[in-house]
C-alpha cells in the first residue's frame, strides 16, 4: 500500500542488509530478477513484538522482493509503527544474452551524437570513443537502463569524431567485456559551384567494407553511390535555392553512420534555361500570361515583351510575377504575339521564351443566315496543336455548346434561338502537353426575325390556336396587350411563350378583329414596338 513517510520520527540510516532468501551473509549488491529479502541488523529484532514493513517509493513491498531494472534504489524499513531507517542499494541488470547491435550512428547539431542500439537486455551502456583506428577507447558517456529492443539515445558531446562502441557495464556477472561493434562517424562537406553542388567526404573507417553510400537530400534518399565513391555532384538544382544533403555510409548487417545535415545555397553565374510561356485570353478579353520555368530553375521575377501584327518586340510589362495579364492587348483585329524572360533568385536572367500568339477570333453575321466563325491559329505550343474545340457561351459565360473543329474557320448554320447575342470562343489544346489557350470571345447580335399572324382559330385542333409572336423575339423586357374594338386590354403576358388562347373572363371570346401592341427591350437597350389588328375565327 502507499503511506507518506515524511512526518514520522527521525530517520536512521544502515539498520538493516540485503540477503539472499536463504543466505546468512550480506549481499554486495543486487541482481535484477532475482529474489532478495531485508534483514534488521538491530538488537530491538530480538524482541517478539519487533514488526518492522519495507517501502519502495512510498509503496509498501513484500518480502522476498525483486527487482525488474538496474539501478540505485532508497529502500525505507519503518520498525514498530514509528521508527524509520533509509539504506541505499545498487541494483545490477543481468548480462545480456548477446551484445548490443549499435544499428545507427547520427550527427546532430549543436554538438549532439544520437545512437541507436538494440539490446537483448535492460542494461547500462558505456559509449566508448576511440579518435583513431589504433587508439584506446575512452568512455564518453553512460546510457542508463537501456530497454530491450531497438531504441534511440542522444548524448551531449563534443566528441563528434573517431569511431565509438557500446560496452555492457554494472551487470551481476561483472564482466565488462561485453561490447558491441565499432561505428565511426561519417563526415560531409559540401560547396556551391556554378548552378551545381559539391559533395566530398572521407571514406568511412568503420571496420569491415562499406556495402554504399546514400545520399540524402531534403530528408529522402537522392542517390545511392558505390562504397569506391567519395565525390558526387548534383547538377539538378537551382540558383539561389538552398539545400541540405546528409550522407549515410551503409556498413555490414544494415548498420547505418550518418553525418551532420549540411545546407547550402545553389549560386551560379551562368544564366537559367529559357521559359515556356502560355497566352490565353480571359472571359473579359484580358491577354492573361502562364510562365513554365523549368524544374531546376528558381523564379524572382520577369519582364513581358509584345509584337503586334508583326512588329518589333516591345517591352510592355517588367517586375512581374510569374501569372500576369496583358489588360490592354489592342485591336484584335490584327494579330499579337508574346515574349517573356525571367530573373532567377541569383538575379541573373534568362533567355526570352520562344514567341507565343494566342488565337484571336471574329464572328460575322451572314447575309444568307447563320454566322461565321475565323480564328487565327494558336502558336507557340512545343508539339505543336493537339484540338480544337468551337464553344458557344450564353450571357452568363457558361458554355452552352461546344464541338470539335478543324482548319481556321466554321458556319453556324442554324444559330440557337434562346439568346438574341452570340458569343463564341475557340480553345486550342497542345498536342501531348497538359496545355491549353482560350481565344478572345467574339460576339453577334441576332436581328429580331418574328412576325404576328393575321389571324388565329382558337378551336382546340392543335394547329393555330394561340395568338403570340412567330420567330425570335429576343429581348429583355416583353410586354404583349391585346384590345377589343373599344381599347379595352383583354390579355397581357410578359412571357414570349405565353400568348393569348382566344378567351376573355373564362368565356370564349367573339370571332371578329383585335388590336395588339407589342414592346420589347433588346440586349442592346434597343426598344422595339409593334402594333397591328389580327382576327379570331371559329
Given at each position: 500500500?502507499?503511506?507518506?513517510?515524511?512526518a514520522?520520527?527521525q530517520?536512521?540510516t544502515n539498520?538493516?542488509?540485503?540477503?539472499a532468501?536463504?543466505?546468512?551473509t550480506?549481499?554486495?549488491?543486487?541482481c535484477?530478477?532475482?529474489?532478495v529479502?531485508?534483514?534488521?541488523?538491530?538488537?530491538?529484532s530480538?524482541?517478539?513484538?519487533?514488526?518492522v514493513f519495507?517501502?519502495?517509493n512510498?509503496?509498501?513491498?513484500?518480502?522476498?522482493?525483486r527487482?525488474?531494472?538496474?539501478?540505485?534504489?532508497?529502500?525505507?524499513?519503518l520498525?514498530?509503527?514509528?521508527?524509520?531507517?533509509?539504506?541505499t542499494?545498487?541494483?545490477r541488470?543481468?548480462?545480456?544474452?548477446?551484445?548490443?547491435?549499435?544499428?545507427?550512428?547520427?550527427?546532430?547539431?549543436n554538438?549532439?551524437?544520437?545512437?541507436?542500439?538494440?539490446?537483448?537486455?535492460?542494461n547500462?551502456l558505456?559509449?566508448?570513443?576511440?579518435?583513431?583506428?589504433?587508439?584506446?577507447?575512452?568512455?564518453?558517456?553512460?546510457?542508463?537502463n537501456v530497454?530491450?529492443?531497438?531504441?534511440q539515445?542522444?548524448?551531449?558531446?563534443?566528441?563528434?569524431?573517431?569511431?565509438?562502441?557500446?560496452?555492457?557495464?554494472?551487470?551481476c556477472?561483472?564482466?565488462?567485456?561485453?561490447?558491441?561493434?565499432?561505428?565511426?562517424?561519417q563526415?560531409?562537406?559540401?560547396?556551391?559551384?556554378?548552378?551545381?553542388?559539391?559533395?566530398?567526404?572521407?571514406?568511412?573507417?568503420?571496420?569491415?567494407?562499406?556495402v554504399n553510400y546514400?545520399?540524402?537530400?531534403?530528408?529522402?534518399?537522392?542517390?545511392?553511390?558505390p562504397?569506391?565513391?567519395?565525390?558526387?555532384?548534383?547538377?539538378?538544382?537551382?540558383?539561389?535555392r538552398?539545400?541540405?544533403?546528409?550522407?549515410?555510409?551503409?556498413?555490414?548487417?544494415?548498420?547505418?553512420?550518418?553525418?551532420?545535415?549540411?545546407?547550402?545555397?545553389t549560386?551560379?553565374?551562368?544564366?537559367?534555361?529559357?521559359?515556356?510561356?502560355?497566352?490565353?485570353?480571359?472571359?473579359q478579353?484580358?491577354?492573361?500570361?502562364?510562365?513554365?520555368?523549368?524544374t531546376?530553375?528558381?523564379?524572382?521575377e520577369?519582364v513581358?515583351y509584345?509584337?503586334?501584327?508583326?512588329?518589333?518586340?516591345?517591352?510592355?510589362?517588367?517586375?512581374?510575377?510569374?501569372?500576369?495579364?496583358?489588360?490592354?492587348?489592342?485591336?484584335?483585329?490584327?494579330?499579337?504575339?508574346?515574349?517573356?524572360?525571367?530573373?532567377?533568385?541569383?538575379?541573373?536572367?534568362?533567355?526570352?521564351?520562344?514567341s507565343?500568339?494566342?488565337?484571336?477570333?471574329?464572328?460575322?453575321?451572314?447575309?444568307?443566315?447563320?454566322v461565321r466563325?475565323?480564328?487565327?491559329t494558336?502558336?507557340?505550343?512545343?508539339s505543336?496543336?493537339?484540338?480544337?474545340?468551337?464553344?458557344?457561351?450564353?450571357?452568363?459565360?457558361?458554355?452552352y455548346?461546344s464541338?470539335?473543329?478543324?482548319?481556321?474557320?466554321?458556319?453556324?448554320?442554324?444559330?440557337?434561338?434562346?439568346?438574341?447575342?452570340?458569343?463564341?470562343?475557340l480553345?486550342?489544346?497542345?498536342?501531348?502537353?497538359?496545355y491549353?489557350s482560350?481565344?478572345?470571345?467574339?460576339?453577334?447580335?441576332?436581328?429580331?426575325q418574328?412576325h404576328?399572324p393575321t389571324?388565329f382559330?382558337?378551336?382546340?385542333d392543335?394547329?393555330?390556336?394561340i395568338?403570340?409572336?412567330?420567330?425570335?423575339?429576343?429581348?429583355?423586357r416583353?410586354l404583349l396587350?391585346?384590345?377589343?374594338?373599344?381599347g379595352?386590354?383583354?390579355?397581357?403576358?410578359?412571357?414570349?411563350?405565353?400568348?393569348?388562347d382566344?378567351?376573355?373572363?373564362?368565356?370564349?371570346?367573339?370571332p371578329?378583329?383585335?388590336?395588339?401592341?407589342?414592346?420589347?427591350?433588346?440586349?442592346?437597350?434597343?426598344?422595339?414596338?409593334r402594333?397591328?389588328?389580327?382576327?379570331?375565327?371559329?
Amino acid at each position: 500500500m502507499g503511506i507518506s513517510l515524511g512526518a514520522w520520527s527521525q530517520t536512521r540510516t544502515n539498520c538493516f542488509i540485503a540477503k539472499a532468501p536463504a543466505a546468512s551473509t550480506p549481499l554486495r549488491f543486487i541482481c535484477v530478477d532475482e529474489p532478495v529479502t531485508f534483514e534488521d541488523t538491530t538488537a530491538r529484532s530480538r524482541d517478539p513484538l519487533f514488526a518492522v514493513f519495507y517501502y519502495i517509493n512510498n509503496q509498501q513491498i513484500t518480502l522476498p522482493y525483486r527487482f525488474t531494472a538496474p539501478g540505485r534504489y532508497e529502500v525505507r524499513q519503518l520498525a514498530n509503527g514509528f521508527d524509520q531507517c533509509l539504506t541505499t542499494f545498487v541494483v545490477r541488470a543481468k548480462a545480456p544474452a548477446s551484445p548490443p547491435v549499435f544499428q545507427r550512428l547520427t550527427l546532430l547539431p549543436n554538438n549532439r551524437l544520437q545512437v541507436q542500439v538494440n539490446s537483448s537486455a535492460v542494461n547500462d551502456l558505456i559509449v566508448e570513443r576511440v579518435s583513431s583506428g589504433t587508439g584506446t577507447f575512452t568512455p564518453v558517456d553512460t546510457l542508463r537502463n537501456v530497454p530491450v529492443g531497438s531504441s534511440q539515445q542522444t548524448l551531449n558531446t563534443s566528441l563528434t569524431s573517431g569511431c565509438f562502441r557500446l560496452r555492457v557495464t554494472n551487470i551481476c556477472t561483472e564482466n565488462e567485456t561485453i561490447v558491441s561493434a565499432t561505428v565511426c562517424a561519417q563526415d560531409l562537406r559540401v560547396t556551391a559551384g556554378n548552378r551545381t553542388n559539391q559533395l566530398t567526404w572521407t571514406a568511412n573507417a568503420s571496420p569491415g567494407s562499406v556495402v554504399n553510400y546514400q545520399v540524402h537530400r531534403g530528408g529522402q534518399v537522392y542517390q545511392t553511390l558505390p562504397a569506391s565513391q567519395t565525390t558526387f555532384t548534383d547538377q539538378q538544382v537551382a540558383c539561389g535555392r538552398r539545400y541540405t544533403y546528409q550522407l549515410l555510409a551503409v556498413l555490414p548487417n544494415n548498420t547505418q553512420s550518418a553525418s551532420l545535415p549540411v545546407e547550402v545555397e545553389t549560386r551560379g553565374t551562368t544564366p537559367p534555361a529559357a521559359p515556356l510561356l502560355i497566352a490565353s485570353f480571359d472571359i473579359q478579353n484580358r491577354v492573361t500570361l502562364q510562365t513554365v520555368v523549368p524544374t531546376q530553375e528558381t523564379f524572382l521575377e520577369q519582364v513581358v515583351y509584345r509584337s503586334q501584327n508583326g512588329s518589333a518586340f516591345n517591352q510592355i510589362l517588367d517586375k512581374q510575377p510569374r501569372n500576369t495579364i496583358d489588360a490592354t492587348p489592342g485591336n484584335l483585329t490584327s494579330p499579337f504575339c508574346y515574349q517573356v524572360a525571367y530573373t532567377d533568385s541569383c538575379r541573373l536572367v534568362s533567355p526570352s521564351s520562344a514567341s507565343v500568339c494566342p488565337a484571336i477570333l471574329s464572328a460575322v453575321l451572314q447575309p444568307e443566315g447563320g454566322v461565321r466563325v475565323s480564328w487565327s491559329t494558336y502558336e507557340g505550343f512545343p508539339s505543336g496543336i493537339g484540338t480544337q474545340t468551337l464553344e458557344l457561351l450564353d450571357e452568363q459565360g457558361t458554355v452552352y455548346w461546344s464541338l470539335p473543329v478543324t482548319g481556321q474557320s466554321y458556319i453556324d448554320v442554324n444559330p440557337q434561338e434562346k439568346y438574341q447575342r452570340l458569343t463564341y470562343r475557340l480553345v486550342t489544346t497542345a498536342l501531348n502537353a497538359p496545355y491549353q489557350s482560350y481565344s478572345n470571345t467574339a460576339s453577334v447580335d441576332q436581328d429580331f426575325q418574328f412576325h404576328f399572324p393575321t389571324a388565329f382559330t382558337p378551336n382546340q385542333d392543335g394547329l393555330n390556336d394561340i395568338f403570340r409572336p412567330v420567330g425570335a423575339p429576343f429581348s429583355s423586357r416583353y410586354l404583349l396587350q391585346v384590345l377589343n374594338r373599344w381599347g379595352q386590354i383583354i390579355f397581357e403576358s410578359k412571357d414570349p411563350k405565353t400568348g393569348w388562347d382566344g378567351t376573355h373572363g373564362g368565356k370564349l371570346a367573339l370571332p371578329e378583329t383585335y388590336i395588339y401592341r407589342f414592346e420589347a427591350l433588346d440586349v442592346n437597350g434597343q426598344r422595339i414596338t409593334r402594333k397591328g389588328t389580327f382576327t379570331l375565327i371559329r
